[in-house]
């Protein structure tokens, strides 16, 4: 996949990359935010940014034209099939994560990014819904998520890498083109 906004292109990351993750991917913010262990050194950086790179099929860069830096990524997953949900069994799903460089928040490039992916898979790639999560904690996305169109349809408390756990939200937003249940309901997991 290789998608142009008007700021942004969003391609396959590749090992050339790595320099740019390296300054985003260590953030202990970002990494609270994503439910990921710290990032301690350049050594667990690598490790993390190789497994990705060679185990996520669909782990894009978010490359900002202006200054050809990735500033962030988004990872696309398909959706269990064998999902417990009734209403979904027999469609197609994709499931998005994503994250964008402390440096580069706030000036909507994640709503940017993400209005180029939803508009790809729907219209290009055929999919039924989308479902992307976030901890309750994390009202910036909460608010990204909302602005996009994202339904809230399961809640659940997910467990913290540090221990304990922490409220979160899943969320679905229909293809508008495909047939679909009328809401989204919220259901605890």
């Known amino acids: 996949m290789?998608?142009?906004?008007?700021?942004?292109?969003?391609r396959r990351m590749t090992a050339d990359d790595f320099g740019?993750?390296?300054?985003y991917a260590p953030d202990p913010e970002r990494c609270r935010m994503m439910g990921t262990d710290p990032l301690r050194g350049r050594e667990e950086t690598l490790a993390a940014f190789?497994?990705?790179?060679?185990?996520e099929k669909r782990f894009y860069?978010?490359?900002?034209?202006s200054e050809n830096k990735v500033i962030g990524h988004i990872e696309v997953q398909n959706y269990p099939s064998e999902s417990?949900?009734?209403?979904?069994?027999?469609?197609?799903?994709?499931?998005?994560?994503?994250?964008?460089?402390?440096?580069?928040?706030?000036?909507?490039?994640?709503?940017?990014?993400?209005?180029?992916?939803?508009?790809?898979?729907?219209?290009?790639?055929?999919?039924?819904?989308?479902?992307?999560g976030y901890f309750d904690f994390n009202t910036p996305s909460a608010a990204l998520h909302e602005k996009?169109?994202?339904q809230p349809f399961a809640s659940s408390e997910i467990p913290l890498r540090e221990g304990g756990s922490a409220p979160g939200t899943e969320t679905i937003l229909y293809n508008p083109a495909a047939p679909h249940p009328p809401e989204a309901r919220v259901s605890e997991k």
């Open 50 to 55: 190789e497994w990705l790179l060679f185990n």
């Open 84 to 132: 417990d949900r009734p209403e979904l069994t027999g469609k197609t799903g994709r499931s998005l994560s994503f994250c964008v460089s402390k440096y580069y928040r706030r000036r909507g490039y994640a709503l940017e990014a993400l209005t180029a992916l939803i508009d790809y898979l729907f219209e290009s790639r055929g999919v039924d819904y989308i479902t992307s």
């Open 148 to 150: 996009l169109g994202f």
């Open 20 to 23: 740019d993750f390296l300054e």
């Open 61 to 65: 860069a978010i490359v900002l034209k």
């Open 2 to 10: 290789y998608l142009e906004t008007g700021r942004l292109i969003l």
